[in-house]
């Protein structure tokens, strides 16, 4: 089951919608653990999914934080899995 969240801001080229990263939480379930929730981006062109990324942390904030930092810096998509590596390998937004 996924649950897409609203934070996102669309980026905007010459007027119109380009690209915009938005936060989804996955519910999973783990027989030692139990049910939990992770995180993960999804990549909009206007409003049409282009990608999704699934699992990649169970911190909200620091996704979160990652996301308003993809946004705001109009990451193009060609880099996502460069910084989302990034992110994993030092936590840093």
Known sequence: MVIKSHYSVKILHKGRIVISYELYTEHQYDRESGAYETYGISVYRGDSVIRVIGDISLDR?????????????????????????????????
């Open 61 to 93: 904030v620091k996704l979160e934080a990652l996301i308003e930092s993809f946004n705001q810096e109009r990451l193009s998509p060609v880099h996502l899995d460069e910084a989302i590596e990034n992110f994993l390998y030092c936590f840093e937004v």
